[in-house]
């Protein structure tokens, strides 16, 4: 397969309109890839937008490549319906790469669900934001052991995921995530142990502050079942990390953690998302 | 440098007594034995094992040879770079600022044993900007600089952040000495292995994926006591 050119692509810019309220000023889909109109659940006009994959999930081969670009003050929910799941793949990886673009007062809130690698998948995923000072962004990154209650957990080949945060082109963080069960041990002391589901949340903005940070912290520390930590890896950029073994669990932890940067730093309300 | 010149400044350097507070860390281990989920050595050795698969052995050991290549060539804009992804890749605010206080306090030490070494450029760079200083870059550097061989440098670098964690360990494990030593010597082979690998990892390819240990370094912000600084 010709790996230069996407089989599934999706390119949202996002605007404001004259009432403050954000739209999709102009969209490019690909299927598989494809986007539903935004709604609107926040009074400050934040538009609420799903990505989809109608396909129902990643195959062998599969090259998609997603571009988000926030203008003007825009404030987006960007997410999806159901859980990305990748699927068995026999000889070739499938790879998806995502660029997002944040100008100056804008507000992204990515929150995508979770991954989950299929028994012999093999894939990659890259993550860049670009972000300008000023910009708020909350972002988290979820994935699954498996189909865990089928008893499939870490039965992938492998699974690498790169993040990038550039904050005015400088890199503040990159994480890489990359994990080949069949060659080392994931359950070696320092990497998943007991636990099976690593959740990882993102914070940046000029708001930020060691009181909210500590405050998820302590918010954190009431799920007694999950083991998870918080940082301030920079002043106004904050990292939290969560690894347990339910999925309901980690997925109503992050949640908390959203809610509280909803609260605390993006001045909006906590709000749930229908699915 | 000759071998024993070699042998002397790496000794002096990495061999625990150069004044950089190298003990002063304990890179998560603390966390890990206030838990109790590592109180005995085969856990410990559990825990040093994931380090030199993970951080140690994939990002800060290549980290040195990089950074010896690129003062060798003199490639001043590569070290830069270099320096701000040893930042980047550093999870936790406590590893960061303990790499950059263990790295500005080596070169600080260095310029002035060697104060008409080409690495005083490099002093006067972090002087005036906020590039990193990473520990393990700029032991690179000077290393290169003083023309110690890359194989005998990146053992000893990650020869001595294992025998540091060892003396943390005998501490907070805690470990009798006899044990701890053969401990030591348990792990050589593994060291060497690391050293070889360490000179082949590109820029792009530097990576170490442990997310307890990341979040052991978290937690230990948050300790109600804390004997180490990390």
Redesign the interface.
């Known amino acids: 397969m010709n790996r230069e050119i996407p089989n599934g692509k999706l390119d949202l810019i996002f605007d404001i309109r004259q009432d403050g309220s954000t739209y999709i000023s102009r969209q490019f889909y690909k299927l598989p890839m494809q986007v539903l109109p935004p709604h609107y659940q926040d009074e400050d006009g934040t538009a609420f937008v799903y990505m989809l994959n109608p396909s129902g999930g990643i195959l062998e081969n599969d090259y998609f490549e997603m571009n988000f670009d926030l203008k003007n003050g825009a404030n987006v929910v960007l997410t999806t319906p159901s859980a990305n799941k990748i699927y068995k793949m026999n000889s070739e990886a499938a790879l998806q790469k995502t660029i997002i673009r944040l100008e100056k007062n804008t507000v992204l809130e990515y929150i995508p669900e979770h991954n989950i690698p299929y028994a012999n998948s093999m894939f990659c995923q890259e993550t860049d934001f670009f972000i300008e000072k000023g910009a708020n962004l909350f972002a988290w990154d979820i994935l699954s052991s498996g189909r865990i209650t089928r008893g499939e957990s870490f039965d992938y080949s492998y699974y690498t995921a790169n993040m990038n945060f550039f904050i005015n082109d400088i890199l503040i963080l990159r994480e890489k995530i990359k994990i080949e069960p069949k060659q080392f041990s994931v359950r070696a002391l320092g990497v998943f142990e007991d636990m099976s589901i690593l959740a990882c949340c993102y914070l940046y903005s000029e708001k930020l502050s060691s009181n909210f940070s500590d405050s998820v912290f302590e918010k954190l520390k009431t799920f007694t079942n999950l083991n998870s930590g918080v940082t301030l890896i920079e002043p106004d950029f904050m990292t939290v990390k969560i690894l347990g073994n339910k999925i309901a669990d980690i997925q109503e932890a992050v949640v908390e953690v959203w809610s509280l940067a909803r609260k605390g730093i993006l001045d909006k309300k906590a709000t749930r998302i229908r699915k | 440098m000759d071998n024993i010149d070699s042998i002397m400044h790496l000794m002096q350097f990495a061999g625990g007594s150069f004044p950089i507070g190298g003990f002063s860390h304990s890179f ?1 281990l603390e966390s ?1 034995t206030e838990k109790n ?2 109180r005995n050595i085969a ?1 410990f050795r ?2 040093l ?3 030199l ?2 951080s140690l052995g994939c990002v800060e050991a290549p980290a040195v040879c990089l950074a010896y290549r690129y003062m060798q060539s003199g490639d001043s804009d590569s070290l830069i770079r270099l320096d ?2 040893i930042t ?7 590893l ?1 600022q303990a790499s950059r206080k263990m790295g500005r306090g080596f070169l600080k030490i260095f310029c002035e044993l060697y104060p008409e070494n080409i690495v005083n450029d490099y002093l006067y760079y972090l002087k005036n900007t906020n590039v990193g200083g990473n520990y393990s870059v700029v032991f690179g550097l000077a290393v290169s600089a003083l023309n110690i061989d890359i194989d005998s440098a990146v053992t000893a670098y990650l020869y001595s952040s294992i025998s540091a964690a060892v003396q943390a360990g005998i501490k907070l494990v805690p470990l009798c000495r006899i044990e701890s030593q053969k401990l030591l010597i348990g792990f050589y082979g593994n060291i060497k292995l690391c050293a070889e690998a360490a000179q082949t990892i590109s820029e792009e390819e ?14 230990h ?2 300790l109600y006591t804390r004997l180490y600084m990390s």
């Open positions: 998560g890990y989920s590592v856990k559990e825990f094992q994931t380090s698969n993970t701000n992804l980047a890749l550093k999870p936790t605010m406590e960061r530097l990576s170490g994926f442990s997310p307890s240990l990341d979040i052991a370094s978290m937690q912000e948050k």
